[in-house]
């Protein structure tokens, strides 16, 4: 595959979206990102009120910048994708701003390593140099559309870090493929050993081939059950190559906390 295919390639996977659950009904309004961007998944305002139940981050795959638009105090924070569910703290009563990027995009200003970033979350400025009163200023915007306006005319030239295009590639097809990336298949994609190329992903993305293809699996599996016409369990475990439905649930359960029947009855409530 020539370079240019592999500079593209994002481009493709605009459609998909990091889904998540518990923050659908909190969304006060949401935009599409590939309006502005080919590297990011969508912008969101959310607020929670007091009789709201907690808020989780599930396995998604993407970095969310969240800005707590508090007129007094305003503060940001960046959030690397969880390798489980994650309480997520909200003040009640507060407006916030979310940017959640593509799965595996890495933005070029954030000073910190891809593996440090997992299951963390913190202060924008202690990862962020160069971008004084960035913060404040997409806080007192009125709109969405000011603050990605700001956000924009401060970073457009460092939305993503540059990786190796073993792993532009390899992200592109697991995505495609819905999560199965099997490591022989890789090789053939790439023309390079399991080793190598899974050297290079892990230092690229922070972590590894597999994890990463099980959480797209995972997002393909709650996409697809957020679907007004919700498929039987067996099919989708077919449908998404696990092994059997015992797998499909274990595995699920490791991502959300809750079992895929679980998972049906509240999002059916969302809806």
């Known amino acids: 595959m020539e370079m240019n295919t ?16 518990f923050f659908k009904k909190r969304h006060c ?19 929670i009120s007091e009789d709201h139940p907690p808020v989780f981050a599930v396995p ?14 305003p503060q940001a924070r960046i959030c690397g994708s969880t390798l489980h569910s994650q309480y997520v703290e909200l003040k009640e009563n507060i407006p ?21 970033l997992i299951n963390q979350s913190i202060n924008f400025y202690d990862l962020v140099e160069n971008n004084e009163n960035l913060v404040e200023r997409i806080v007192y915007a009125d709109s969405i559309d000011e603050k990605i306006n700001i956000f924009f005319l401060s970073v457009s030239s460092q939305l993503k870090r540059d990786f190796s295009y073993i792993t532009e590639s390899i992200i592109h097809y697991i995505i495609q493929q819905n999560g199965e990336g099997k490591i022989k298949d890789l090789e053939k994609i ?48 077919y449908e998404l190559g696990y092994n059997d439905q015992a797998h499909f649930h274990k595995e699920f359960k490791k ?11 509240f999002i059916t409530k969302l809806n």
């Open 255 to 265: 991502f959300s906390d809750m079992a895929p029947t679980d998972f049906i009855k």
């Open 29 to 47: 309004q949401r935009l599409i990102g590939q309006q502005y961007t080919e590297f990011v998944s969508e912008f969101y305002q959310m607020q």
């Open 190 to 237: 790439t023309g390079y050993s399991s080793r190598h190329i899974q050297r290079i992903f892990k230092q690229d993305i922070g972590m590894s081939i597999k994890t990463f293809a099980c959480i797209m699996r995972f997002q393909a599996a709650i996409h697809a059950l957020d679907h007004p016409t919700t498929p039987k369990l067996a099919h989708l475990t």
């Open 6 to 21: 592999y500079q593209k390639q994002y481009k493709t996977l605009h459609h998909f979206h990091g889904l998540q659950p």
């Open 96 to 116: 916030y701003f979310g940017i959640r990027f593509l799965p595996g995009v890495i933005p070029k200003f954030i000073g910190i390593s891809a593996s440090d």
């Open 60 to 73: 998604d795959g993407c970095i969310d910048i969240l800005f707590e638009c508090d007129q007094h105090n």
